[in-house]
């Protein structure tokens, strides 16, 4: 089990437990070339260490999905129509899911083939994705973590590399990772 949580907790607010997030973290990180300190900084930023985090983005929606015609084709795996339907797949894209905050559409582009965009909130496979996709966007950046994690999230705001960054200097990542 990944948390700790009361059994009398009747909102079943979860308290996330380091002790169980520090070992799939720094497998993850390791796995693709990246520093697990600054990995557990980013799962700070994107989710406050909490790998159940989801959050709709319908700007995304809108531009590059919408209910009518998309703007692109959309790639990446389908799962069968007895698992989910296409509507569901195509808002579930619009998401993005656990620790790090993957977007669905970035998921499925980068070949994650679930049939279920929600699996992203299994602690291995928010993680898996995350790296994959952070260590090809440093490769891509030739090797500027700054640039990289600007992609990451999707280039807007300048300031985001400095707060990845703050987690770090403060000692907040130990909440969900300790070497």
Sequence with gaps: MIFNQKESDFNCKAEWDYRNLSRPIFDA?????????????LCIQESAGDPQAIRYEPKFYDTYIG???????LGGHFPPANKVSGM?????????????????????????DSDY???????????????RILAKKLERKG?????????????????????VYSHIESGEYLKIFRP
């Design 88 to 112: 569901t797949e195509r808002r579930l894209r619009s998401f993005s899911f656990g620790l790090m905050q993957v977007m669905g559409q970035t998921a499925r582009e980068f070949g994650y």
């Design 29 to 41: 990180s390791t796995r693709h070339g990246l520093d697990p300190v600054l990995v557990s900084a």
């Design 117 to 131: 965009l929600t699996d992203l909130c299994i602690v291995e496979h928010g993680l898996e994705m995350g790296c």
């Design 67 to 73: 209910d009518k015609k998309p703007k692109r084709r």
């Design 143 to 163: 090797g500027d973590m700054k640039q990289a994690l600007l992609s990451y999230n999707g280039g807007g705001n300048k300031l985001y590399t400095d707060k």
